[in-house]
């Protein structure tokens, strides 16, 4: 009997206290600055320079780059960027070492696909996913 009278105690106490609850779905949860979410790809600002590529654990980043069709004009033009979400750790990385930040974390976490085939990601969805980019990489 006395283990009902407190937790009795204990419910009518926490009862006048803020709720926590989320309504996740119908209302969108504000993120930290420093969450890393899903990544954003400028195209323009890639040099096809392979290091996002080199330095993913776990090898989830393919990238390929042709010759600048102006002769007159050095460096690669970017032609395909993907990445596999399904073993991406989100880990920060590839934004890390990239020397233009063509690479940049969001504040975007929502990926979830009933296909493993939807969370293969190409560079036109990547560019697309400017949506809540992290405060300190907005320019």
């Known amino acids: 009997m006395q283990g009902i009278i407190k937790g009795l105690a204990y419910t009518l106490k926490h009862i006048p206290k803020k709720k926590v ?9 504000e993120m930290p600055d420093r969450f890393r979410g899903i990544q954003h ?22 990238l390929s780059g042709r010759p600048h069709p102006d002769p007159g ?9 993907n990445i596999n979400f399904e073993i991406c750790i989100l880990c920060d990385l590839c934004t890390e070492v990239c020397p233009t930040e063509a690479i940049v974390m969001t504040n975007n976490f929502e990926l ?17 996913n400017n949506t809540n ?6 320019v």
């Not at 609850?21 to 949860?29: A, F, K, L, N, R």
């Not at 696909?113 to 990547?126: I, P, Q, V």
């Open 21 to 29: 609850t989320h309504h996740y779905p119908d209302e969108p949860m």
């Open 41 to 62: 790809l400028d195209p323009e600002k890639c040099i096809v320079c392979n290091q996002c590529a080199r330095v993913c654990p776990t090898d989830c980043i393919t």
């Open 112 to 128: 979830s696909a009933y296909s493993r085939d939807d969370l293969y990601k190409d560079m036109e969805w990547l560019h697309e």
């Open 73 to 81: 004009k050095k460096g690669k033009i970017l032609d395909t960027y």
């Open 133 to 138: 980019i992290r405060s300190e990489n907005k």
